[in-house]
T-cell receptor, first 114, second 113 residues
Framework: DAKTTQPNSMESNEEEPVHLPCNHSTISGTDYIHWYRQLPSQGPEYVIHGLTSNVNNRMASLAIAEDRKSSTLILHRATLRDAAVYYCILRDRNYGGSQGNLIFGKGTKLSVKP | EAQVTQNPRYLITVTGKKLTVTCSQNMNHEYMSWYRQDPGLGLRQIYYSMNVEVTDKGDVPEGYKVSRKEKRNFPLILESPSPNQTSLYFC????????????FGSGTQLSVL
């Protein structure tokens, strides 16, 4: 199964942009890139996902490299509430079989300083 | 309200005493999955189910069982719990299709003494 690599931790200052990287060099053509975050004492929650083009929503932006072997989650203005563990996972758009084996790993722990 | 409900929220038990952690979703999702989370190890998948009566092993299935008799429920069964199964457990579900967002429950903190 395709896996992702993320830095263990990152720090940011409040109200500054944050760029969280993710490497997925073995990504297949049918894999979507999904990002989730886990706030302290909560279950993970969906942030954003994309296939090839950059994506924006009210929470964040997702920048996907042209070769799709890496992506970056962008928080435009970090707040203290954005302090969380961020996970990048790959999800095959063809539903069935081993596509259910979703690997989250350890994610990136983001700290936000006031 | 769309949600994934896990019960109990906290559970303390003793080695060898069978237990079940329940997971239920009200979104008619086909896919459901169980994860455990341990310090320094991140989220690791235990089992998943692509639909009713269809289950498969994740990365750490040893010591666990699951069943999927109904679409909404996906219980996690520990037939003979051991201390190394002390962990925080999360259930997740999603629908099928290109926009398959995973929805997670609030977690079950299990302690096996």
């Amino acid at each position: 199964d395709a896996k992702t690599t993320q830095p263990n931790s990152m720090e940011s200052n409040e109200e500054e942009p944050v760029h969280l990287p993710c490497n997925h060099s073995t990504i297949s053509g049918t894999d979507y890139i999904h990002w989730y975050r886990q706030l302290p004492s909560q279950g993970p929650e969906y942030v954003i996902h994309g296939l090839t083009s950059n994506v924006n929503n009210r929470m964040a932006s997702l920048a996907i490299a042209e070769d799709r072997k890496s992506s970056t989650l962008i928080l435009h203005r970090a707040t203290l509430r954005d302090a969380a563990v961020y996970y990048c996972i790959l999800r095959d758009r063809n539903y069935g079989g081993s596509q259910g084996n979703l690997i989250f790993g350890k994610g990136t722990k983001l700290s936000v300083k006031p | 309200e769309a949600q994934v409900t896990q019960n109990p929220r906290y559970l303390i038990t003793v080695t060898g005493k069978k237990l079940t952690v329940t997971c239920s979703q009200n979104m008619n999702h086909e896919y459901m999955s169980w994860y455990r989370q341990d310090p320094g190890l991140g989220l690791r998948q235990i089992y998943y189910s692509m639909n009713v009566e269809v289950t498969d092993k994740g990365d750490v299935p040893e010591g666990y069982k699951v069943s999927r008799k109904e679409k909404r429920n996906f219980p996690l069964i520990l037939e003979s719990p051991s201390p190394n199964q002390t962990s925080l457990y999360f259930c997740a579900s999603s629908s099928v299709g290109h926009n398959e967002k995973l929805f997670f429950g609030s977690g079950t903190q299990l302690s096996v003494l």
